[in-house]
């Protein structure tokens, strides 16, 4: 048998299934990149980021929430129809399965939103060891797309689950693009696991940071500089 996964997102939390996931494929809607409904359903989630208090405190949600101001996805819209050739029609990719992080509370709202703002839909695997902002966002989304027509609430599904490959095999084969945040070790147990022939994988394996500092230019720079 396989591990069982409960479905977080839409709607009450409850043990789902793969023919439930059948179902919610066969049923979904068609969206187009950029729809108005999608950019509403993100404006109205930065509001809600914005008007709480313990997301304001938390500067990742406070920097998820300045990134979906609606000014934000303006920019970003214009600079996504920019760069399509006249000639070309730009069409969502379909399925999008997300296997975010538990390290960083906030990063499945960036991958989850901007799949949705390309017109795809997306199934997020929710890591289990979400933390307290992590579970905030959750609930916040949660409140949003229940805000949002039946259609729209149908394009995410958050799900939970333990680590089974049998399951993630079964979840890979009815997506069109697998997006795996982790280390090298993470992205190699992907690639492991079949895909569709059509699929694609957009994978960020072990990163590193670099910064170059002046030490005149700090040291002679006050306290509020410093910070």
């Known amino acids: ?3 069982e996964m409960r479905r977080l997102l839409p709607g009450v939390e409850s043990v789902f299934t793969l023919p439930e996931l059948d179902d919610w494929l066969a049923l979904g809607p068609t969206l187009v990149p950029f729809a108005p409904l999608v950019e509403d359903l993100c404006a109205r989630l930065s509001q809600r980021l914005f008007a709480h208090a313990q997301a304001r405190l938390d500067p990742g949600l406070a920097a998820f929430a300045f990134w979906l101001r609606p000014a934000r ?18 069409v969502p990719r379909g399925v999008v399965l997300h296997f975010p992080p538990a390290n960083v509370d906030s990063l499945f709202g960036y991958g989850w939103a901007l799949a949705l703002l390309a017109g795809n839909r997306s199934i997020i695997r929710v890591p289990e060891r979400l933390g307290a902002m992590g579970r905030l966002l959750l609930a916040l989304i949660g409140e949003s797309l229940a805000d949002s027509s039946p259609e729209l609430a149908a394009s995410s599904l958050f799900l939970s689950h333990a680590r089974d490959d049998r399951l993630t095999a079964e979840l890979s084969a009815r997506a069109d693009v697998r997006v795996l945040w982790g280390g090298d070790a993470s992205a190699a147990w992907l690639r492991g ?8 994988d957009v994978i960020f394996p072990d990163r590193q940071s670099l910064a170059a500092l002046s030490l005149p230019a700090y040291a002679a720079a006050d306290e509020a500089a410093r910070a």
Do not use: K, V
Not at 193 to 200: F, L, Q, T, V, Y
């Open 1 to 3: 048998m396989m591990t």
């Open 73 to 90: 996805l303006t920019g970003m819209r214009r600079d996504f129809f920019a760069n399509c050739p006249e000639t070309c029609l730009s």
């Open 193 to 200: 696991i079949a895909a569709r022939p059509r699929g694609r």
